[in-house]
């Protein structure tokens, strides 16, 4: 229970009045009510002292021309008005569909999320990444690993940024997102195993160790059982073995 | 009780930060009366009385108003304050800094810190943002090794950071995540292991990312202090037979709340294990694919009937509509439903409901119609809460509540003080019968869909259902606005709502007088969030006066310029103010995308992503 305690302060009443109030110190006294700050009571108080929170605010607020804004705010105006006037009920019929906004309506995505989740069971919809292809995903040195769902990405790059994401707390050196790696590209692969500290690795239905990047996307989830990130040096022995994979399928 | 420079530093030599909590008679810090009998007594200072009373007195104190109104007063109860202070509130973790909070509170057990702004929840933010956990719990680990309870609000939290808070406060007993992410099963699975106090662990909407780690092993095998068990939004499957083990050996164990991956058979079993449960959230309700003939067979209603002591009742994420008389023995007593997850329809409502006499807070999907909510407001009478969430949270559909259930919950539940309505159409009508009918409502957030929609009955603006509220409802704390609304619906605003401290507008106004009605009018502001709005720099210069006493300003898609943003940061240097774009690919146009401005201490934060400036 609140006691709502509040300075008595002379020559004031106990708090309200104009800006700021006297409700606790949580709202700051502002210049109406000016309590003595420690720095005119105490000289050995530092500058870091949180009574500099009662500032004495006497701004001089200049009156600027604002012209040009209002303006602006007009035309925007304007132009929400024309807004508004086709959504007015003039006429029965529908106000026309809209484009769905970012984050509007205010409903948090957990509960977004649930909710598509439940009608999707029930209605028997299989909406991308309704079957999930979750792998585990280790990297070396990390002291956890992760799962990914796999289908929750469409390229490589979106990949290879959520992982970027996921292990950046343990990444050492110059790593994170900076440091992933471009591997749609063969090419830029075999020149970034010398340069990069890791590399991502996945092991296919066969059981072997491949390198990520070097099939197409789909067939890429298709095949991947788990995900490793490992370290430069461990991966190098890898590459031969990925080149003649490769050359063998095409 | 003047500020005698000699009583205060022998105060602060003797002063032992890291000794535990206050001891009267260790505080009895007095010199020696050196007289020539060869006597030793001791004489308290008479400000070291005063110091005592205080100290003692100041214990009683518990709301951190009252307490920083105290430490105001003078030196010594400052002092004083600070060493007696026990929970540490931190509304914004930018606004003071580990290090300085840790240095003036030194005898704390139990911290609460809040992060991301509300807005971040519903994507308005880039990811990383920031309000890392890391140096908040690095810095506690050396200065509060007492420390007992933990709660955190949209903050970045990381396995480590977990892992650290574990191994750091060997009396640790409460950790409270709500809205939080960046950790996994991994740091959950260290906090279960090493807190061998461990009285509460709630997760609340925050995001679990699955490590495949069985965190239920990890709690201790003996009998185990839990009291709390929340971790419904943990979307990982857990080792139910791990689960029914530890809920046996939890005799103290009164909330449980499952996630979605329990099935309600196992369900079953945990509820014949723990009847003593106060809260719990029924996981699925559902038969998972486990053993769909078994479950059904199972005797719930006698399950539910031996808990006697049930008061809240959440969980039906996927849930068998058939099963729901189950809970019938418990609805008299229950003062609390949650069945925002449950898509039941009025029908399936009614049977429940009218058993629920003493119902407080009512959370619901609008699945019930404004036919459900006729049945809530005919049967609960001592309804404070209701939360009315959409099951289609789109714009363009037609909506399954309007202002008829708006009506009805505002004439048959009477001491209503928080609302939350999610609807596609409304009136002013209803909103103005609210307002009358519902004179204790503190919090009224009214969210029409439809963007710019006005009354749809009479095709004007909602400016007058809002006025009214805030011209009736004359103990309205948080507001959250929505529709086809003019300036004059923020006059109204600025002219009633003294006591508006949160306010949240999306959508609205027609020019800068709507965001300087709210900055001149509005005393108590402290949080303003706004998007979407024709506001502009002149009506943010509107508020130089006040920004010191918000917690924060948030204002996304207006029209503000970086020169007038930089205005603000130049006219208030303790003011940190962020500038960001929502979308890093997209050019920096004419306005700013998101401005975020806050009161600190510290000035600009070491840990800005780079979508982030700050002026």
């Given at each position: 229970m609140e006691t709502e305690l509040r300075l008595g302060l002379p020559g004031g009443g106990g708090g309200g009045g104009g800006g700021g109030g006297g409700e606790g110190g949580g709202d700051q006294v502002v210049v109406m009510m000016r309590k003595r700050v420690f720095s005119e009571t105490e000289s050995q108080i530092t500058t870091d002292d949180e009574s500099s929170a009662c500032v004495d605010l006497k701004l001089n607020l200049s009156s600027k021309d604002g012209s040009s804004t209002a303006e602006k705010s007009k035309s925007l105006m304007m132009n929400k008005n024309k807004e508004k006037n086709v959504d007015l009920p003039a006429d029965p019929a529908k106000p026309p569909a809209k484009a769905q906004v970012v984050g509007w309506p205010p409903v948090r995505s957990f509960r977004k999320n649930m909710l598509s989740a439940q009608k999707s069971s029930t209605t028997d919809e299989s909406k991308a990444g309704g079957n999930a292809a979750l792998v585990k995903v280790s990297m070396d040195g990390a002291p956890y690993l992760r799962k990914v769902d796999l289908n929750m990405y469409k390229?490589?790059?979106?990949?290879?940024?959520?992982?970027?994401?996921?292990?950046?707390?343990?990444?050492?050196?110059?790593?994170?997102?900076?440091?992933?790696?471009?591997?749609?590209?063969?090419?830029?692969?075999?020149?970034?195993?010398?340069?990069?500290?890791?590399?991502?690795?996945?092991?296919?239905?066969?059981?072997?160790?491949?390198?990520?990047?070097?099939?197409?996307?789909?067939?890429?989830?298709?095949s991947c059982k788990?995900?490793?990130?490992?370290?430069?040096?461990?991966?190098?022995?890898?590459?031969?073995?990925?080149?003649?994979?490769?050359?063998?399928r095409s | 009780m003047g500020d005698d420079p000699s009583s205060s530093s022998q105060m602060s030599e003797d002063d032992d930060d890291r000794s535990p909590p206050l001891d009267p008679s260790s505080s009895n810090k007095a010199r020696n009366c050196s007289s020539g009998s060869g006597c030793d007594y001791i004489i308290p200072y008479p400000d070291q009385v005063l110091e005592n009373v205080l100290e003692n007195v100041l214990c009683f104190l518990t709301a951190r108003q009252d307490r920083n109104a105290a430490s105001l007063v003078c030196k010594s109860w400052y002092r004083a304050e600070a060493l007696t202070r026990s929970g540490l509130f931190i509304g914004n973790c930018y606004a003071v800094s580990p290090r300085r909070a840790t240095a003036r509170f030194t005898r704390v057990r139990a911290v609460s810190i809040k992060g991301k702004p509300r807005f971040a929840d519903f994507n308005l933010m880039p990811p990383n943002w920031g309000a890392h956990f890391r140096p908040w719990v690095s810095a506690m680990?050396?200065?509060?090794?007492?420390?007992?309870?933990?709660?955190?609000?949209?903050?970045?939290?990381?396995?480590?950071?977990?892992?650290l808070l574990a191994e750091s406060f060997p009396g640790f007993k409460e950790l409270l995540l709500v809205c939080c992410d960046g950790f996994g099963t991994s740091g959950l699975a260290v906090v279960a292991s090493k807190c061998r106090q461990l009285k509460v662990l709630d997760l609340i909407e925050s995001e679990v990312l699955d490590d495949d780690v069985d965190w239920i092993c990890c709690f201790p095998e003996s009998l185990t202090c839990l009291e709390s068990l929340i971790f419904d939004c943990v979307e990982c499957h857990i080792n139910f037979e791990a689960l029914e083990r530890l809920v046996m050996r939890s005799p103290l164990l009164k909330k449980l709340r499952l996630n979605r991956h329990v099935s309600i058979g196992q369900l079953h079993r945990l509820m014949v294990r723990a009847p003593q449960l106060t809260h719990l959230g029924t996981g699925s309700f559902s038969t998972l694919e486990g053993n769909p003939q078994g479950d059904q067979e199972l005797d719930y209603v006698s399950a539910f009937a031996a808990c006697k002591s049930l008061v809240c009742l959440s969980g039906f994420r996927e849930i068998l509509p058939d099963q729901l008389p189950a809970i019938y023995p418990v609805c008299a007593n229950l003062t609390n439903l949650n069945f925002s997850y449950a898509n039941i329809t009025a029908e399936q409502l009614i049977p429940v409901i009218r058993h629920c006499h003493k119902l407080q807070i009512f959370w619901v999907l609008d699945s019930v119609c404004d036919e459900g909510l006729k049945a809530v407001a005919a049967t609960c009478k001592e309804l404070r809460e209701l939360r009315v969430f959409p099951v289609n949270a789109r714009e363009d559909t037609e909506g399954p509540v309007s202002e008829v259930g708006l009506q009805a919950i505002s004439e048959g539940c009477r001491k209503l003080q928080s609302i939350l309505y999610f609807c596609q159409r409304m009136t002013n009508a209803a909103v103005i019968a609210m307002s009358k009918n519902c004179p204790d409502l503190v919090v009224f957030r009214l969210c029409i869909m439809g963007r710019h929609r006005p009354d749809h009955a009479t095709g004007e603006s909602m400016d007058e259902g809002f006025g009214a509220i805030v011209m009736n409802c004359k103990k309205l704390t948080r507001l959250a606005v929505s529709g086809l609304l003019t300036d004059q619906a923020f006059s109204y605003i600025g002219q009633f709502g003294k006591l508006v401290r949160t306010l949240s507008v999306a959508f609205a106004g027609d020019s800068d007088m709507g965001l300087k009605y709210l900055l001149e009018g509005c005393p108590k502001l402290q949080k303003l969030e706004i998007r979407d709005s024709p506001f502009g720099d002149s009506a943010l210069r509107s508020g130089l006066h006040h920004y010191y006493n918000m917690r924060f300003l948030w204002m996304s898609s207006c029209l503000l310029t970086r020169e007038g943003c930089q205005d603000v940061a130049q006219a208030l240097p303790r003011l940190v103010v962020e500038v960001m774009k929502s979308d890093e690919e997209e050019e920096t146009g004419e306005y700013v995308d998101i401005l975020y401005l806050y009161r600190s201490l510290e000035g600009q934060r070491d840990d800005i992503p780079k979508f982030v400036d700050i002026l």
């Open positions: 390229t490589y790059p979106q990949l290879s940024d959520a992982l970027a994401k996921m292990f950046s707390s343990f990444t050492i050196g110059n790593c994170g997102s900076q440091g992933t790696i471009d591997f749609m590209n063969e090419r830029k692969l075999m020149d970034l195993l010398n340069d990069s500290d890791y590399i991502p690795t996945y092991e296919d239905k066969d059981g072997d160790w491949m390198l990520v990047g070097d099939v197409p996307w789909e067939m890429f989830v298709e788990r995900l490793r990130i490992m370290k430069g040096k461990e991966a190098v022995g890898l590459a031969p073995r990925a080149m003649e994979k490769c050359k063998n | 680990a050396k200065a509060y090794p007492w420390l007992e309870k933990v709660y955190l609000k949209r903050m970045s939290v990381t396995d480590d950071d977990l892992a």
